[in-house]
T-cell receptor, first 114, second 113 residues
Framework: AQSVTQPDIHITVSEGASLELRCNYS??????LFWYVQSPGQGLQLLLK??????LVQGIKGFEAEFKRSQSSFNLRKPSVHWSDAAEYFC????????????FGKGTTLSVSS | EADIYQTPRYLVIGTGKKITLECSQT?????MYWYQQDPGMELHLIHY???????EKGDLSSESTVSRIRTEHFPLTLESARPSHTSQYLC????????????FGNGTRLTVT
């Protein structure tokens, strides 16, 4: 069965420091992978997605993620975190018909300290 | 961008009441979804639709029902609300096509007393 694991429930990073959020997936076929961000009281906003090709994908707000098939991972990174990045981050894998029914991880809450 | 709208944003209601959570999208997407989100938990798919008159139950058992009479509208109904239904409900839509991302509404936070 498809699944997504985000090992870190909560991470605190100093403003200006680099960030890496971990995501591991379990999926039998070629995965379609996504990272979403959710600010308090809001819905989910797409940060970036991976379908095929270049394993390093760029997203909005300065985020990037690297797909590593050998490790079944799709970690999200940002070189310098801003206070406005504090939010909850969800990794998801596409499943079901044409890969559009998403399976989500439990999320990682990011806090940014000054 | 708010091309998918959910109403109400917040709802507090007593046990046994019938409620309908509204979801509308203006993007012409064929696919629409309802997810349930509890704090610290992953989003669980409870219903989805691949087009008009098409509805399916998701992975999470739910006592709610949905309808898809128009492409843009995908309401979710609870015939008799219970405290166990207290949660956040997120509606999403997406284009037909492999790997198309989902666009989410801002959610409805439901509290059943």
């Amino acid at each position: 069965a498809q699944s997504v694991t985000q090992p870190d429930i909560h991470i605190t990073v100093s403003e200006g420091a680099s960030l890496e959020l971990r995501c591991n997936y379990s999926y039998g076929a070629t995965p379609y992978l996504f990272w979403y961000v959710q600010s308090p009281g809001q819905g989910l906003q797409l940060l970036l997605k991976y379908f095929s090709g270049d394993t390093l994908v760029q997203g909005i707000k300065g985020f990037e993620a690297e797909f590593k098939r050998s490790q079944s991972s799709f970690n999200l990174r940002k070189p310098s975190v801003h206070w406005s990045d504090a939010a909850e981050y969800f990794c998801a894998v596409g499943a079901g018909q044409a890969g559009t029914a998403l399976i989500f991880g439990k999320g990682t809450t990011l806090s940014v300290s000054s | 961008e708010a091309d998918i709208y959910q109403t109400p944003r917040y709802l507090v209601i007593g046990t046994g009441k019938k409620i309908t959570l509204e979801c509308s999208q203006t993007m012409g997407h064929d696919k629409m979804y309802w997810y349930q989100q509890d704090p610290g938990m992953e989003l669980h798919l409870i219903h989805y639709s691949y087009g008009v008159n098409s509805t399916e139950k998701g992975d999470l058992s739910s006592e709610s029902t949905v309808s898809r009479i128009r492409t843009e509208h995908f309401p979710l109904t609870l015939e008799s609300a219970r405290p166990s239904h207290t949660s956040q409900y997120l509606c999403a839509s997406g284009r037909t096509g492999i790997g198309s991302p989902l666009h989410f509404g801002n959610g409805t936070r439901l509290t059943v007393t």
